[in-house]
């Protein structure tokens, strides 16, 4: 079926750094959604994309959604010691089903 | 905003017995829940989706007779795992919501079989 790629799986940032993690389909998306999950904790929703090119911010967090909607990134900007998790790209199968992206794990040491 | 409650989140069961979780839509209905497993450091694999008074639909590889779903009402679906084997021990989260503003996850049941 098909499959989204996430990478990098591990990232170590310093506190302050900049983060990015990128997610790739072969095929093209109808709409991806980025979900964060704590450690220890369950994956929490924080925006959908759709439109080919969408560019989307939440505070230090950038989205952006390819023009082919083949790719995704995520990035986050001086990063800080509350977006250590593990974030997911997922994409919406047939039935509405979403599937995950293995994710990327950021760790920020302080 | 929407709220997905899932019990109990952990539980400690015997080889061989069987363990019920159930997850709530608590301030909405849900005509579709998904089921879950995630392996410790590894992503999220979708079971099965479940089907308001209906049969459940389970992805390939998924053993429908060890993973029982019942998804009487639209606010509760359970997962029984029969015959529990410590290879089942997993985290298994539930999801309910809306495709086109993002699904809402409860908060997870780890469970493991001694």
């Known amino acids: 079926g098909q499959q989204v790629m996430q990478i990098p799986q591990y990232q170590h940032v310093q506190e302050g750094e900049d983060f990015t993690t990128y997610c790739n389909s072969s095929?093209?998306?109808?709409?991806i959604q980025w979900y964060k999950q704590r450690p220890g904790g369950h994956p929490v929703f924080l925006i959908q994309l759709v439109k080919s090119g969408e560019v989307k911010k939440q505070k230090r967090l950038t989205f952006q959604f390819g023009e082919a909607k083949k790719n995704s990134s995520l990035h986050i900007t001086a990063t800080q010691t509350t977006d250590v998790g593990t974030y997911f790209c997922?994409?919406?199968?047939?039935?509405?089903?979403?599937?995950f992206g293995a994710g990327t794990i950021l760790r920020v040491k302080s | 905003g929407a709220v997905v409650s899932q019990h109990p989140s952990w539980v400690i069961c015997k080889s061989g017995t069987s363990v019920k979780i159930e997850c709530r839509s608590l301030?909405?209905?849900?005509?579709?829940m998904f089921w879950y497993r995630q392996f410790p450091k590894q992503s999220l694999m979708l079971m099965a989706t479940?089907?308001?008074?209906?049969?459940?639909?389970?992805e390939q590889g998924v053993e429908k007779d060890k993973f029982l779903i019942n998804h009487a009402s639209l606010t509760l679906s359970t997962l029984t795992v029969t015959s529990a084997h410590p290879e089942d021990s997993s985290f298994y989260i539930c999801s309910a919501g809306s495709a086109n503003y993002g699904y809402t996850f409860g908060s997870g049941t780890r469970l493991t079989v001694v």
């Open positions: 479940s089907n308001e008074g209906s049969k459940a639909t389970y």
């Open positions: 301030d909405f209905q849900a005509t579709t």
């Open positions: 997922t994409f919406m199968e047939y039935g509405n089903k979403l599937v």
């Open positions: 095929t093209t998306l109808s709409n």
